[in-house]
């Protein structure tokens, strides 16, 4: 996703602007672990608030957005959240027209009951 958020902006931020978290296996790890290093750095900079610009797929932003609102109140942080406006691109390159279009489906279902069980899960804020 970093190499596509770069693709987002006319130049690079400076060092330290951004944050990449590469441990998470699933959208709520990554708000978690991404969240402890935007508290590392807010300790660091003697800082209280910040701005969050998540980047991913336009599928995954709905979900993304609200995990990521709920894992920031959850931590007791004062956090803006701007999800990046991500174009659709749909899938190209599985062979044939159909199943390109078959897995762009399969991925609009599979975010519905992502978002289903986050919910139920409670981690939707």
Do not use: C
């Amino acid at each position: 996703m970093m190499v596509y958020a770069l693709t987002l902006v006319p130049e690079a931020p400076p060092d330290g602007r951004w944050l990449l978290e590469e441990h998470s296996t699933s959208t709520r790890t990554n708000a978690v672990y991404s969240l402890q290093l935007i508290q590392q750095q807010q300790q660091q900079l003697s800082r209280h608030n910040s701005s969050i610009v998540l980047v991913t797929n336009p599928f995954h932003q709905l979900r993304s957005y609200f995990t990521f609102r709920k894992a920031a109140r959850e931590a007791g942080m004062d956090v803006q959240l701007y999800v990046a406006d991500a174009p659709f691109a749909g899938h190209h390159g599985y062979g044939n027209l159909v199943l390109d279009g078959f897995t762009d489906q399969w991925d609009f279902w599979r975010e519905l009951a992502a978002i289903a069980w986050y919910g139920v899960r409670g981690y939707l804020g």
